[in-house]
């Protein structure tokens, strides 16, 4: 356990590092840029301003818009949220049963075509994918408006809120590589001693390999398809005008906010940092866990 | 005479080596019978094929194109027959003729899968196809009739799970109950079979805390889990020093009695299996060279044993050689390499009794296995008629 901590405290401490040195890239960059925002031109003294205010989560009032920015961007950021961890669950449904049959010997001239399939669905590119899926449920279904979270009560609300999820965890060029690494790992694992031993005693060969050959390949691809895919929500966000980070940073870049988008920026590099360390903590932990 | 649990005949197990564009013959003719609360020896050097046999019968080789001859006749379980009937049924267009007594061929398909061509020597196997009979066959065998204890002991336990859990699992296979203290009670108990005295704390282990002799002994307890009619235990000593490897070889002998079990114990070391087999197998090469029980095999009349059952017998010291100081007797040459295509006698090499008229017969034919005695059988020239 302390070993635990100790390994935590070291990732944390590099975790902090990272955060900082890309506020300070930020903070230099955005004085280049016409406008205000707390802190600019102040130097050393206004850098270390801002990192207060960041790191106390006192965000202040937007000068362009008037508002208070935490009540903007913390709904954008709970929705992106949303829509990256769903359309995440999406793509692992998918690909993990194709990866699973793949990785059987007896299937192989049958998982092709399905390995087919996750290769095409992946490389559609993602606002190619979303208008196509809205012009046929629009014109198929009916079911209108489909692109609006807040005309939803008027519509299908449950439409507007999956069809996003479901469009970005297709399209996000994630379910090949989950497949090309769940199957390849499960392959591997199950020609491995103990696996071919516990087949030998009829256990399930699945159940033998489940830790080594899915869930430690799981863990460390999504995690870290997590930065892609916030990239793609973006996109998603504009064709179906889901109110996320990416709608409310583009707003922002063309208003020239700049607390909104340094906060924006904070925010996302933050979260993808903290998703980085959980993923090494528990990846350490299952490995400790052998011993 | 007892009644046969499982008859193993004329294996042959081949592999394609990329890299020589030529077949490896590992297993070349292996045939062994095996017997109610019998337990049967199988020994020989390293690299002989004994582990791609128990491999075999497990229907697990790992390899191209692996299996593609011989028949291995089983009995099952009684629950078991129906759903292994309905395996061996399941997609044959043709009728077979898989049973022989209570006995079913678990390699029935084989011969539709495998095409020989004799010149160049080329085997064709639809690897596919034979995996998903097979495979179907050996799922209903695997574990409650037969089962196995692999020779790599350390790697073969669960790195992920707890020696408990990996326990429970093998019971499940037994007997589904959803009790978890019953089963747990049962895991318990399996630990206590194999002299492990602390079942409780063991249980809560991770196996790499484990030590070889520990890990040992756990994979018993694992496979005895699902008391397998017929279970193989391959080279269960290697790795362990001499006073576990006597307890290892006790343990298996007392579960074999109390569970009605019969044993298959491979070695390379024939002073073990002498102390547990009663019939022994002596390989060399793919091929059986000698077998029969253990008597005629250990402490045969001079000029009634295979040369290189002499040779093996000899390289292990007696007690009297000890106290003397002798020297060990080792076996002057090598293992020949698989890969050569052996048109007389593989053994011809390191023969010393090839001299004079029978020679040209070891060059250019390869022996049988002549019978000496009823039970009793060397594939030798200097036995023949
Ligand atoms: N997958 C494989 N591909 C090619 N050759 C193999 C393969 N597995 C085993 N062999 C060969 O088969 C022979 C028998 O091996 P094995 O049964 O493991 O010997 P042992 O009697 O020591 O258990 C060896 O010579 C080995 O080189
Ligand atoms: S057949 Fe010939 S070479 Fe082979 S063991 Fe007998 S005597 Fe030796
Ligand atoms: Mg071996």
Redesign the interface.
């Known amino acids: 356990m302390s070993r635990f901590l100790k390994v935590f405290s070291r990732e944390l401490a590099n975790a902090l590092l990272l955060v900082i040195g890309v506020t300070a890239i930020l903070y230099l960059s955005f004085n280049l840029m016409p406008g205000t925002f707390i802190g600019k031109g102040g130097g050393v003294e206004g850098y270390l301003n801002l990192l207060k205010r960041l790191f106390s989560f006192r965000f202040g009032v937007s000068p362009v818009s008037g508002r208070d920015i935490k009540s903007l961007v913390l709904p954008a950021f709970r929705n992106t949220l949303l829509l990256t961890f769903g359309s995440l669950f999406v793509s692992v449904l998918i690909a993990v049963p194709i990866g699973i049959f793949s990785a059987y010997r007896r299937f192989k001239s049958y998982s092709w075509a399905l390995s087919i399939f996750s290769y095409i669905i992946s490389s559609i590119p993602v606002f190619f994918l979303g208008y196509l899926v809205l012009y046929v449920v629009a014109r198929y279904t009916g079911f209108l408006p489909v692109f609006s979270v807040s005309a939803s009560a008027r519509g299908m609300p449950f439409l507007s809120f999956v069809l996003p999820i479901v469009v970005l965890g297709l399209g996000n060029d994630s379910i090949s590589e989950i497949v090309r690494l769940v199957g390849g790992e499960l392959e591997r694992v199950m020609s491995l001693d103990y696996v071919i031993a516990a087949k030998a005693r009829g256990e399930n060969m699945l159940q033998a390999s489940v830790h080594e050959g899915i869930v430690i390949p799981l863990i460390s691809i999504v995690f870290s398809k997590i930065p892609f895919i916030i990239g793609g929500a973006v996109v998603v966000e504009h064709v179906f005008n889901w109110p996320g980070m990416g709608r409310l940073a583009f707003q922002a870049t063309l208003d020239r906010d700049l607390p909104v988008l340094i906060i924006i920026a904070f925010l996302s590099v933050l979260f993808v940092r903290t998703t980085t360390l959980l993923k090494d903590m528990i990846l350490y932990s299952y490995r400790t866990s052998e011993s | 005479m007892s009644r046969q649990i499982a008859a193993l005949e004329h294996l042959k197990v081949y592999f394609y080596d990329q890299g020589d564009r030529r077949f490896i013959r590992a297993v070349e003719d292996v045939g062994l019978t095996v017997e109610q609360k019998q337990v049967v020896g199988l020994v020989g050097e390293s690299g002989c094929g004994k582990t791609i046999t128990a491999l075999s019968m ?1 229907g ?1 080789i ?1 390899g191209e194109p692996g299996v593609v001859g011989g028949r291995f006749f089983f009995r099952p379980k009684e629950e078991d027959r129906r759903a292994l009937i309905f395996a061996i049924m399941r997609g044959n267009r043709k009728k077979y003729d898989c049973r022989k007594g209570e006995l079913f061929d678990l390699f029935c398909g084989l011969d539709d899968c495998v095409r020989f061509d004799a010149d160049p020597f080329t085997v064709i196997k639809d ?2 196809k034979w ?2 009979k097979n ?1 179907r066959i050996m ?1 209903q ?4 009739n037969i ?2 204890v ?1 020779q ?1 002991t350390r ?7 707890t020696v408990g859990s990996q326990l429970v ?2 019971v499940q ?1 037994l007997e589904n109950d959803k009790n978890r203290a019953a089963l747990a009670a049962r895991a318990e108990e399996l630990l206590l079979s194999v002299r492990i005295f602390n079942p409780g704390y063991v249980m809560n282990m ?4 484990l030590s070889i002799g520990m890990s040992q002994r756990v ?1 018993i307890a ?2 005895l ?2 008391r397998p009619g017929l279970l193989i235990a391959d080279e269960p000593t290697t790795g362990l020093d001499t006073t576990n490897k006597h307890r290892i070889i006790d343990l298996l002998g007392e579960n074999m009695e109390r569970g009605n079990m019969s044993l298959v114990i491979i070695s390379h070391n024939i002073g073990i299996v002498r102390t547990i087999a009663d019939r022994i197998y002596v390989m060399y090469a793919g091929l059986i060279v000698e077998h029969g029980n253990k008597k005629e095999i250990v402490t045969g009349r001079k000029n009634a044993r295979h040369p290189y059952t002499e040779a093996l017998v000899s390289s292990v010291p007696t007690d009297a050689d000890i106290k003397r100081g002798k020297k060990l007797k080792v076996i002057e040459g090598v293992v020949p390499d698989n890969k050569m295509e052996t048109e007389g006698c593989p053994f011809l090499p390191r023969c010393r009794y090839a001299k004079g008229g029978i020679r040209r017969k070891c060059r250019t034919r390869r022996p049988e296995l002549f019978e000496v005695t009823s039970g009793h059988r060397i594939r030798c020239w200097l036995f023949a008629g």
């Open positions: 497990m697990l790992d690897p596919e995996l998903r495979g799922e065998m695997r574990g409650r089962s196995m692999f790599n790697e073969a336990l669960n790195p992920f799970v699992r093998a296979c991770y196996p790499d805390a994979l694992i496979a889990a699902s």
